[in-house]
Every structure is written in structure tokens, then in C-alpha cells.
């Protein structure tokens, strides 16, 4: 077990690493929670744990609610949000009470904006139980829901009370889940720790589970210091946490029923790993070693059904878009980026000669 801290000033708070679920409610002594707590959830995980957390909350005499919601990414809408927040008016949760996030990312999306604007923010903790969870959703405040232009367009920035992370819920996941997290690992390891990317080429698929500490801890690690350092993007510090998001959220808003999360961000590091060779940013080498170690890891490595010119009009609703101009991270080498901006019709081009090539 470890505790990181986040320090954040008035927002300071701990990551909690390899901490039982039954112990949970050893950490909400403490008045600052209320006397009540909502555990938001979805129907994968509401039965796996909700009862542990439940128990260990109500061991310390406080009172607990559920709102339990389907699973997947097409629940972060506003029509979601308005119904969570009714039932937390109806539940009479007020300032002084506490909302949890149990399950994984678009829990964590979903619990942490509604935390924000309910009452104009009350307490949220996040128990993240998937590896994409652990090592990116629920760390750095980033909350959102998508509509049809784009995938988090509205959100906050809302830092929880604490992060719960029990490394035994991931024991419960089947590999096709493990994996969205596996590509945010290979995002570390481009970005800032290529012992990260080294380790996951040197261990088997197998031999996962084992390597789970290091690979969970090394990654917040990576992501806190990042955070620290420039908590809202003012800096632009934090914007290199976005590597192979900018293709990749573009190819998963466009074809949110072909790739998940994991898959579109696996597409979108090979695919700005490229534009960074064509650019004499980076050479071959990166863009063909992350794009065999998305196939080592079953993510999706190939363009062959990718329509460019259908995700390009989504990349241009980007986030990260500044005065209209296409902004990527792109890999200098491993544990290394480089920020540029890019004119629509070289991006077009290098990315048709991808899909051409880029089997």
C-alpha cells in the first residue's frame, strides 16, 4: 500500500494505491464528508462491489444511498446528468454530503462534473475499479460528457477529496477492458518514462498482473507531477497528457460502435507517431515500436477501415485547437514530446499516406 499526494493547494489530496475495498470507510471519518454518501455506479460494477463499500461506509455510522446507471460511454450526455442530479435533490444530498464514483472512466466523467455543479460543488471521491481509471480518468480533475461535435466538449475542472485505488478490481475485468488501460500506460511511457514503454516490451501479455504495481504507480506518478505543475492547461504544461488523443478521440466520437476508448487512443499514438516521422520530428523507429506494442497488447494498430476525411471534421472541434490551427504532440523519442501546430491540408495528406501505407 502508498499514498501519493497531489498537492494542489486548497485542492491538495491523496491518491490512495493498493488499498482494500473493505477498508474504505476508514478514510471518510472525517466531519468534512457529511453525513451521507450517493455511490454513483453502473450495472457492470454496482454488484461486484457495491456492498463492500456500502458495509465499510455504514461501519462508521453514515448513511449511504445508490444511483446506478448503464454502462458505457453513450451515458455521458446531458440527459444523464439531469437525471443524477435530480435524484440528488430528491435524496436531499446537500453541500455538506458526499457523492462516489465507483466503476471506471465514464463513471468517473460522469461523478466528478456532476460533483461540480450540483450545488456548485459538493465532496466527490473517486474509487476507480478499471486500469484505464486508475491511471488516467479519475486522476487530475478532468470531468466531462460528450455531445455530437465532440467527445468531453463540456466539462470542469474539479479535483476529488481523494482517489481509492484496490488493485483486486481489476482482477474481475476481462483482457478486452484491461487493454484501454494498457494504451494510456504506452502514452506514459511515450511522454515522459520510456522505462515504462520498455517494460511493457519486455514482459509478456501474461505476465501482466505481476507487473500491475509498477506500471499503475509509475504512471500517476507521471501524471500527478504533470498536474502539479499546471492543474487547468493555463501553462501548457498538461497538454502532452494528450498524445494520440487528438486523432484518436476523433476516430472513437466517429466511430463509437467499432472502437472503444483504448483502441482509438492506440490509433491515434501510431497514427501522430507518423505525422511526427513525416515531420523530421521523431524517426521511423518510435511510430514502428509503439505501433508492435499496440499489437503485442491486442489494441488496434490498423488504418485499413478508417475514414480520415470523416474523423477529420471531428478533429477540427478539437480541444486543443488554438486560432483554428491543428495542434499535436508528437514524439521526439521515447520520453519526449514536442508540441506543434500543423495546417489542415499537410495533415490530410500525410494522414491519407498512412492509411494508404500504414497497415
Known sequence: MEKIKVNLGENTHYIYIGYPLEKFGEKIKNRKFGNKFVILSDTNVYSLYFKKIKTSIEKENKLTKEIV????????NFNRVIEIINKLAYSGINRDDTLISLGGGVISDIGGFVASIYMRGINYISIPTTLLAQVDASIGGKTGINIK????????????SFIYIDFDTLSTLPYKEIKQGIAEIIKYGVIKNKKIFEKLEEISLNQLKENYEFLIRESIKIKVDIIEKDEKEKKGLREILNFGHTLGHAIEISNIKKFSHGDAVSLGMIGESYISYK?????????????????????????????????????KHDKKIRKDRLRFILPKKLGKVKIIEIEEKELIKILKELNKNGN
Open 279 to 315: 515531420k523530421g520530428i521523431g524517426e521511423k523507429y518510435i511510430y514502428q515500436r509503439i505501433k508492435e506494442l499496440s499489437r503485442k497488447f491486442k489494441l488496434c494498430s490498423s488504418f485499413k477501415k478508417i475514414d480520415f476525411e470523416r474523423i477529420f471534421e471531428f478533429v
Open 149 to 160: 461535435f465532440g467527445k468531453n466538449l463540456v466539462g470542469s475542472f474539479y479535483q476529488p
Open 69 to 76: 446507471i448503464p454502462s458505457g460511454e453513450k451515458q455521458k
